[in-house]
């Protein structure tokens, strides 16, 4: 089941373009019964159609990332930091047990599908990582899936390796969403990832992969992000991009990134620079 956040409610889908409103209440994503609850909500509940517009499907959760899961984005790393000396420490990290996790950013620096995410004034190469997107309980269980856009700057990572922090975090440097996809079974190894970046009326590059690309399993990268965290009130954890535009791409102003994940929908922003 998909569950969607509009701006006074939660809505839990139980048939294309209807739902359940689920009356407003704390820490909603967190509980370790979603799935349940869900299920008994929508069998109990009253069915109105979707509201028009919805937002990021998070709620106070921190926002955190895994890097170099896939051989692409390995290479990709390795390239464009070679001349800063770090090119050897992504092909170690790919090889190595414990994977690469980082603090992406915080809820309020999020968007959902429809606002626009941003690139950095001081930046000349930004691309979008389309991930797919892991809710997770405060007990480290996988809730559900989204659609995640990991806005990164390529120049400022590729110039110094301890530059990510700023290449990675700034306002609106993260999308998630339409929604969520709540359910008790994993994901398919055959489930596709779409990105279309649209220039007007062309589209200026279109790429995909699937999950039978990644090197790491999902629940692996989330013992690793828990074995000396606690997250009282649970986590997003974007789980790393298979698609990498070559090093000639870079972002416009008003580019409009599509990021689309099979069974979950399609994350649509505009691109905007900050003024």
Not at 9 to 33: F, K, M, Q, Y
Not at 96 to 120: M, Y
Request: proline content about 7%; aromatic content about 8%.
């Amino acid at each position: 089941m998909l569950l969607y956040r509009a701006a006074s409610a939660w809505w839990v889908e139980t048939a294309p373009g209807v739902g359940v409103e689920i009356p407003a209440a704390n820490s909603l994503t967190t509980r370790e019964d979603l799935f349940e609850y869900l299920e008994r909500v929508g069998r109990e509940g009253v069915s109105k159609p979707l509201p028009q517009g919805f937002l990021a499907p998070l709620e106070e959760q921190e926002v955190w990332a895994a890097g170099v899961t896939y051989f692409r984005s390995r290479a990709a790393r390795m390239s464009e930091s070679e001349s800063a000396g770090g090119g050897d420490f992504y092909d170690r990290v790919y090889t190595a047990e414990r994977p690469e996790l980082f603090f992406k950013t915080t809820a309020h620096r999020v968007v959902g599908s429809g606002a626009a995410v941003r690139i950095r004034r001081d930046s000349k190469w930004n691309v979008p990582e389309p991930e797919l997107t892991l809710l997770v309980s405060p007990g480290g269980k996988i809730l559900g899936y989204t659609v995640g856009n990991d806005m990164s700057s390529r120049d400022l990572e590729g110039a110094n390796p301890l530059y990510l922090p700023q290449a990675k975090t700034y306002d609106k440097c993260c999308a998630l969403g339409p929604g969520i996809l709540i359910t008790r079974d994993p994901l398919p190894p055959s489930t596709k990832i779409d990105l279309k970046i649209r220039r007007g009326p062309e589209i200026a590059f279109q790429s995909s992969t699937t999950l039978a690309e990644m090197k790491r399993g999902l629940e692996e990268l989330v013992g690793f992000l828990y074995r000396e965290s606690s997250f009282p009130k649970g986590c997003i954890l974007l789980t790393g991009t298979g698609i990498v535009p070559p090093d000639s791409f870079t972002l416009a102003v008003g580019d409009l990134v599509e990021i689309s994940i099979d069974g979950i929908g399609v994350l649509t922003n505009p691109v905007e620079q900050a003024k």
